[in-house]
């Protein structure tokens, strides 16, 4: 893989149960009761590793579906292990 195009921007389920309260509807009928450990295993910022291919993230700050925070951590969660966005 060259590179990733995120699309959607739901990087960390946990971050988004904890900023709204509850989980998004789209995710929430697929996991209706899960844990936090299958929360975690089904976000995507769980897999990034130095290997990780360099991503490119395009969310605006206007964005009222999903909160343009969700990009920030995926990016901070590459750039700690050595990945690029």
């Not at 605006?60 to 969660?77: I, N, R």
């Amino acid at each position: 893989v060259a590179g990733l195009v995120s699309f959607y921007g739901i990087h960390d389920i946990l971050a988004w149960r904890s900023q709204r309260g509850a989980l998004p509807r789209n995710i929430a009928l697929y996991l209706p009761r899960a844990s936090d450990e299958q929360l975690r295993e089904a976000s995507p910022v769980a897999y990034v590793t130095k290997s990780s291919p360099p991503v490119w993230l395009v969310h605006g700050d206007a964005d009222t579906g999903v909160p343009w925070q969700q990009s920030q951590l995926f990016c901070d969660a590459l750039q700690r292990v050595g990945g690029r966005c």
